[in-house]
């Protein structure tokens, strides 16, 4: 079967600190793994997206890698502010057959001021 | 530049009604998708359509139906809404398979 999961559930951090979000998935025959960020109420919000060929994807202060053979990505946040507060969800997609996009359960992140 | 929008935003049905949600997308996308999301348990695809003119079954499609309109619409249907089915749910689409994926805002829907 097909999952992503995502660790940890839940992160407080306090402001200024760099942080990493991990996720992991079962099927390396990935087309692409990408970041959301969701704010309380709202929809979601691409942050980035790492293709099956590439390593690592960045944007301002973040910055995700992708391990295909190890079935892992991350998403670094450096400095972070009260602002970065919000649930993170990977999402992969997976082509073959079924060319959907599959999600992590997210991690809810919260940066104290 | 409104790219994924859904309606309602917001519905509340008694059990046994029936309801369609709407969702369009004006970026010229191949591929649309449906998503409930629940506390807990992240989101789960329902149903998606590859392409103008296919369907195919995502990890819960029963109790819904959907229809590809045609390249810009695709709709979720409920025949006969249950408790269970209170969620959010999420319309996406993206080009193809390689490239991002938009969403868009939600739909708030309790069934009671």
């Known amino acids: 079967k097909q999952e992503v999961t995502q660790i940890p559930a839940a992160l407080s951090v306090p402001e200024g600190e760099n942080l990493v979000l991990n996720c992991s998935f079962t099927?390396?025959?990935?087309?692409?793994l990408q970041w959301f960020r969701q704010d309380p109420g709202k929809g979601l919000t691409s942050l980035l997206l790492?293709?099956?060929?590439?390593r690592e994807q960045t944007s301002g202060r973040l910055n995700a890698s992708l391990d295909k053979s190890s079935g892992r990505s991350t998403l670094y946040i450096a400095a972070s502010q009260p602002g970065d507060s919000a649930t993170y969800l990977c999402?992969?997609?997976?082509?073959?057959?079924?060319?959907?996009?599959?999600f992590g359960t997210g991690t809810l992140l919260a940066v104290q001021p | 530049n409104a790219g994924v929008t859904q309606t309602p935003k917001f519905q509340v049905l008694k059990t046994g009604q029936s309801m369609t949600l709407q969702c369009a997308q004006d970026?010229?996308?191949?591929?649309m998708y449906w998503y409930r999301q629940d506390p807990g348990m992240g989101l789960r695809l329902i149903y998606y359509?590859?392409?103008?003119?296919?369907?195919d079954k995502g990890e819960v499609p029963n109790g819904y139906n959907v229809s590809r309109l045609n390249k810009r619409e695709f709709s979720l249907r409920l025949e006969s809404a249950a408790p269970s089915q209170t969620s959010v749910y999420f319309c996406?689409?993206?080009?193809?398979?390689?490239?991002?994926?938009?969403f868009g805002q939600g739909t708030r829907l309790t069934v009671v």
């Open positions: 790492i293709q099956s060929s590439q």
């Open positions: 359509s590859a392409s103008e003119g296919t369907t």
């Open positions: 970026m010229n996308h191949n591929s």
């Open positions: 996406a689409s993206n080009w193809q398979a390689n490239t991002e994926a938009f």
């Open positions: 099927d390396s025959a990935i087309y692409n």
């Open positions: 999402a992969v997609l997976y082509g073959g057959a079924t060319n959907k996009l599959i």
